[in-house]
């Protein structure tokens, strides 16, 4: 058997960010979206086995095989760390592993807006980030707890499931909660959670309508909280959290969602045409007057329009923010098309790449190079 250290030290010097471990077949990993076949003999059920014991202990592994799913992390010698997901499927285990970077990076490298930077001087309230699966939101979420800890003193307590980003302490006092080995799941960290005098508390995932209301009631009660949901834009967002309860409860959530929340950073990965990597487009909304009175009378398909409106604010739709990546040369120009939410006008919107804009992704004015 091919240790799976080896085979996760040699996705590392391959740059990639997640390898996928199946029955039957060689070890795969994917680097800037394609998945590659790594150089290892093909995987047998023993070889998953052994490799999933190798990182859990029995009581873990006695749950996987019970629970068919098991999420945890993991750690190579050299530091570099993985979250990795166990599961089952065709009645074969198999093992998905995302590789976590060694360092947490700077809101600006990532290519977020300043507004996003700005959002970690708050003092209290809900700030969401969301997208698809693979989307950066872990990333973006912990650039950010980075910022605070660089700026303030504050005490920070995180409950992720798994741990992704060791946060080292700087400024800030840092605990990290994983699910599953230092509490038993969200609902239980959360509930505890305010007890333990916390400024700031990260929730890895808003999954159900307990953890909801647990992050809920802790933005309520003064703190800043930061989570995540898989809603790919502010208004879905919106609509899912106030979705998960009863019709008799909504008014009152409506009121308490427009109290508490903050902005909703919606997110998805392109792949840079002009390095390798990926970069991010965004949608921002900023929770203005407008918008929380948009909330609390159940006007939500408002909300777009005030988007497009209040760039000045800081707010910009995801089709603005892919145009402007593509206007700076990170990303493809068919991508940007057929990703954006109406293809026929972004065609319309990007330049060829000989053309130099002179404002704004949109503007009618541009200049030959």
């Known amino acids: 058997m ?31 979206t394609e998945l590659i076949d790594m150089d290892f003999p093909e995987v047998t059920a023993k070889d998953v086995e052994e490799m999933i014991t190798s990182m859990v202990d029995a009581d873990r592994f006695k749950e996987f095989k019970q629970d068919k799913d098991l999420d945890f992390s993991t750690s190579l010698e050299d530091g570099h760390r993985f979250r990795v997901n166990a599961h089952f499927q065709r009645e074969t285990m198999a093992i998905s592993f995302r590789v976590i970077p060694n360092e947490i990076p700077l809101i600006e490298d990532l290519h977020l807006l300043p ?6 001087d ?27 800890n660089l700026k303030y003193r504050k005490r920070i307590m995180t409950l992720e499931d798994p741990v992704e980003y060791a946060l080292e302490n700087d400024k800030c006092m840092i605990e990290q909660r994983e699910i599953g080995a230092d509490c038993t799941d969200f609902a239980s960290g959360l509930k505890h959670v305010l007890r333990q005098d916390p400024d700031i508390i990260m929730v890895g995932e808003m999954r159900d309508l307990e953890t909801i209301s647990f992050t809920m009631t802790a933005a309520e009660t003064g703190h800043l909280v930061f989570s995540t949901l898989h809603t790919i834009n502010s208004s879905q967002t919106i609509e899912r959290i106030i979705d998960v309860y009863s019709a008799a409860q909504q008014n009152q959530i409506r009121t308490m969602l427009a109290n508490t929340l903050q902005a909703v ?24 007057s407008a918008v929380r009175n948009c909330i ?12 497009e409106t209040s760039r000045r604010l800081g707010m910009q739709n995801l089709d603005y923010s892919i145009a402007e990546m593509y206007s700076k040369g990170y990303i493809d120009r068919d991508e940007a098309v057929m990703r954006s939410s109406n293809p026929a006008k ?12 002179v404002q704004a992704p949109g503007s009618a004015k541009s200049k030959k190079k």
């Not at 507004?115 to 970690?120: A, D, P």
Request: glycine share 8%; with cysteine; aromatic share 2%.
């Open 296 to 307: 609390r009378e159940n006007r939500i398909y408002e909300i777009p329009n005030i988007i």
């Open 265 to 288: 950073i919606s997110q998805t990965l392109f792949k840079r045409v002009d390095q390798p990597g990926m970069v991010p487009c965004t949608e921002i909304l900023l929770c203005t």
């Open 346 to 357: 972004m065609e319309k919107t990007l330049v060829p790449r000989d053309v130099e804009m």
């Open 115 to 120: 507004i996003v930077k700005e959002l970690t």
């Open 2 to 32: 091919t240790d799976i250290k080896t085979i996760l030290t040699k996705a590392i010097e391959n740059g990639a960010s997640d390898v996928h471990i199946n029955v039957g077949i060689p070890p795969v990993l994917r680097r800037n």
């Open 122 to 148: 708050l003092p209290r309230g809900l700030v969401l980030v969301t997208g698809h699966t693979g989307s950066g939101k872990s990333t973006t979420l912990a650039s950010m707890i980075g910022s605070i």
